[in-house]
């Protein structure tokens, strides 16, 4: 049984992380977040401490360190530019971390943190849970035993509808969340350098508050992608049904369908980790480089290979007048 500790218990995914810990057999000890909404933990862990301030979870941690409870794991399930200095203190206190997606916003923070795992003698963990999805891996198999000079054609859409707090909150700041493209598109742009290889080509055509389009052109395919957070954007059948969220991922016209089995993947990724495998920092780097160059990159507009969803009309900032 390993003992962790976990950052970020109040946020939105922090739940799958603490069932991650439970099914595995494994428990919770010590957890931290500014916010005090944690009623889930009774769920899971109702006797792990709890802080709302760093400090003081800090000064536990590291009281734990001397004793037999020492923390094995660190979990980071905090904003996206905090994950880079959470990564640094589980590390610190002599724990392996597993840390959420995006592992960081910038490819030079994962060399950082490379230095500091050779420090501390302890591994950087990312979740990214599409490579474990069966789908996923049936696909990946797929290409790897087809031609090998075939490139195949894919269209990627992922429309998840978000409402006026998204832009409140630090997901809307792009300093902190990285934006659209790294905030909910990172574990795609992973899935398909993971299954199709390494980035050639990389246009953005569309980038806004709420959306954005582009093409790339891997080893393996061409992709064209869609990505937003506007449930204006979401095609007429699913509005018809009240769906709010839209998945789809197309080879040659057909659909590979892996909207299924995505509330396991947190606990087949720890034991993934726990089993001595798990993805590292290097396997974080493809996807970190690719979301950051997006994110720097003068949109082309409507020219070239675009994906269809990027011709709908654009929209007003919520917040505009």
């Not at 200095?85 to 916003?105: D, M, T």
């Not at 979740?127 to 990627?156: C, F, M, T, V």
Request: glycine share 8%; net charge neutral.
């Amino acid at each position: 049984m390993k003992n962790f500790a976990l950052i970020g218990a109040a946020g939105y995914i922090a739940p799958r992380h603490m069932k991650a810990i439970k099914d595995t057999g494994n428990r919770l000890l010590a957890a931290f977040d500014k916010f005090d909404s944690v009623g889930v933990m009774d769920s899971y862990f109702p006797d792990a401490d709890f802080f709302t301030e760093f400090e003081r979870f800090d000064r536990h941690v590291e009281k734990l360190k001397r004793t037999e409870n020492k923390i094995d794991y660190v979990s980071i399930c905090s904003p996206n530019y905090l994950h880079d200095s959470h990564i640094r203190f589980g590390l610190r206190v002599g724990a392996n971390v597993i840390c959420e997606k995006p592992l960081v916003l910038n490819p030079w923070n994962i060399d950082a943190l490379k230095e500091v795992e050779k420090e501390h003698g302890k591994k950087v963990y990312n979740i990214l849970q599409l490579r474990l999805h069966p789908s996923i891996i049936a696909l990946k198999e797929r290409i790897q035993n087809g031609p090998k000079d075939k490139i195949y054609d894919i269209d990627l859409a992922y429309i998840t509808s978000r409402g006026h707090w998204y832009y409140t909150s630090w997901k809307g700041d792009v300093s902190k969340s990285g934006g659209i493209a790294t905030n909910i598109g990172v574990h795609f742009y992973d899935m398909l350098t993971w299954v199709f290889g390494p980035v050639k080509t990389n246009q953005v055509h569309i980038h806004t508050h709420d959306r954005a389009a582009g093409y790339l052109e891997l080893e393996k395919a061409r992709v064209r992608w869609f990505l937003s957070i506007n449930a204006d954007t979401l095609p007429d059948s699913v509005k018809a049904k009240g769906g709010r969220t839209f998945r789809s991922l197309s080879l040659e016209g057909e659909e590979i369908e892996f909207s299924d089995g995505f509330t396991e993947l947190h606990t087949h990724s720890y034991q993934h980790i726990l089993d001595g495998n798990g993805f590292g920092l290097d396997e974080a780097m493809n996807s970190i480089q690719l979301v950051h160059d997006i994110r720097h990159m003068k949109p082309l507009g409507l020219v070239g290979e675009y994906h269809p969803f990027a011709k709908l009309n654009l929209a007003k900032h919520p917040f505009e007048n």
